[in-house]
């Protein structure tokens, strides 16, 4: 699913308020990172990530592995801190714009 630039802004929107839900370490993006970084989307359907890397190229690589294996989409990513979506179809939480 890829989502329009309408409804990125809107995603963006409610993702200000949030607070971070998953973090990454020292180790980085770990099996059991991503099976919590899945139930915190599969609850929540808007997740924001906090990521411990410094470099710029390693935190996109990052992201990259939170957001293949999962199937969510990137929604923003601002310095350390990224956000991702995923439709949840047995309970939709947002009702996105078209």
């Known amino acids: 699913m890829s989502l329009t630039p309408s409804q990125k802004r809107y995603l963006r929107g409610l993702a ?5 839900v998953v973090m990454t370490g020292n180790k980085g993006v770990t099996n059991a990172v991503i099976k919590e970084f899945s139930i915190a989307l599969d609850h929540h359907e808007l997740v924001k990530v906090k990521l ?5 190229a390693d935190r996109a690589a990052q992201i990259a592995a939170l957001a293949e294996p999962s ?3 990137v929604v923003q990513t601002i310095g350390r801190v990224a956000c991702f ?4 179809a047995k309970q939709p939480r ?4 078209k």
């Open 85 to 88: 979506y995923r439709h949840n």
């Open 71 to 73: 199937g969510a989409e």
């Open 94 to 97: 947002l009702a996105l714009p």
């Open 16 to 20: 200000h308020a949030l607070n971070p």
């Open 52 to 56: 411990g890397s410094d470099d710029r």
